[in-house]
């Protein structure tokens, strides 16, 4: 198999793969590499394993730590090393338990400051924000693991793992991977058509618009943000409840499905109800844009990405022309 013939599912589990963050690493690689024929293997690593500390025999390297990064690292700006001994002091503390909302501020908090540094245009001293993010953030999953957090349940029901599961792997991964954090669109087609998706999820993402992403034992189901400098993957995001103490009008940015009570009657019920109070920004828009929009993206999977992957034809024409007829067909594809 080549590496353009992963099903979307697959590349999602390879792009989310980084070992400080999730356990269940290798069971994704030893699931998918074996199908792959040696040069699509090698892509794989080169362009995901290795930027997540993978080696070429799939050995995870453990990174540096702050500690280690500040003491052989010149930080010449005043700003960054005063955060990044404050970062450091933080997590070399040990409190056997820490409030998890009282966490989530003071974490984005001192992501906030840190990012807000103005460095102009000096290479070396934005290496040094991006290395002590990084190794800020990696410490930060390793002293989740090692405290009690004290959590609100809510009405979503959360306890501890949950709230540590969604830290590590989703704002934690998020902030470390930018650009190339995964997360799956609910209106997509191709996650829709997924054989190990819930009917929960497949009968939502039918009537709203949300971010999905999956953990080893959780999906959680985000709601977009309605303003454009605002992360909706934030852990105080998660964490907030919109409503006080009146269950009726509470309002959620994020729903938990648990995995292992998906069979659950009573469990899919509690999960409907919070579904019902997800917030997304496709309320009240009419089912004829909604039809459109499906229907664009049906065209666009079964007609476009098709014609994308085929290969021109070696039949001895010019290049040229037979990308000029592609283009003809794409036209055709997309006005008809």
């Known amino acids: 198999m080549y ?14 793969i980084d070992p400080a963050l999730g356990g269940n690493w290798k069971t994704i690689l030893i699931s998918i590499l074996p199908q792959l024929d040696i040069p699509s293997r090698k892509s794989v690593y080169e362009k995901i394993l290795s930027k997540r500390n993978i080696s070429p025999n799939f050995t995870y390297i453990i990174p540096d730590d702050l500690r280690s990064l500040l003491s052989k690292t010149a930080i010449r700006h005043r700003e960054l090393k ?11 503390s040990k409190p056997d338990s820490y409030d998890a909302i009282e966490l989530a501020d003071k974490v984005e908090a001192m992501i906030d400051y840190l990012n807000r540094i103005d460095i102009g245009d000096h290479i070396l001293d934005q290496k040094s924000r991006e290395s002590i993010k990084k190794a800020f953030l990696y410490d930060l999953a390793f002293w989740i693991d090692n405290v009690n957090l004290i959590v609100q349940p809510g009405i979503r029901h959360l306890n501890t793992d949950i ?5 590590k792997e989703v704002f934690i991964k998020q902030k470390i991977q930018g650009r190339d954090f995964r997360a799956w669109d609910s209106t997509d087609i191709d996650f829709q058509e997924q054989d190990n998706l819930p009917d929960i999820i497949k009968r939502e993402a039918k009537r709203k618009k949300f971010f999905v992403i999956e953990s080893e034992r959780y999906w959680f189901l985000i709601g977009i943000a309605d303003k454009s400098r605002q992360n909706p993957y934030s852990i ?15 309002y959620l940015t994020h729903v938990v499905i648990r995995k292992e009570l998906i069979d659950e009657e009573s469990y899919i019920r509690h999960v409907k109800y919070c579904t019902s109070r997800l917030y997304t920004l496709d309320a009240g828009v009419s089912d ?18 098709p014609l994308l992957k085929k290969e021109l034809k070696k039949d001895g024409e010019e290049t040229e022309y037979h990308i000029s007829k592609r283009m003809n067909d794409y036209e055709h594809q997309i006005t008809i």
């Not at 590496?3 to 989310?16: A, D, I, T």
């Open 3 to 16: 590496v353009y013939e992963l099903s979307e599912y697959q590349v999602y589990q390879l792009k989310s």
């Open 82 to 92: 005063a955060i990044a001994i404050q970062m450091l002091k933080f997590i070399e």
């Open 163 to 167: 709230v540590k599961t969604y830290f």
């Open 236 to 250: 105080k995001r998660f964490l907030h409840e919109d409503g006080g103490s009146n269950d009726l009008f509470v």
């Open 288 to 305: 004829t844009i909604i039809k459109f929009i499906a229907e664009a993206q049906h065209l666009c999977k079964t007609q476009i990405i």
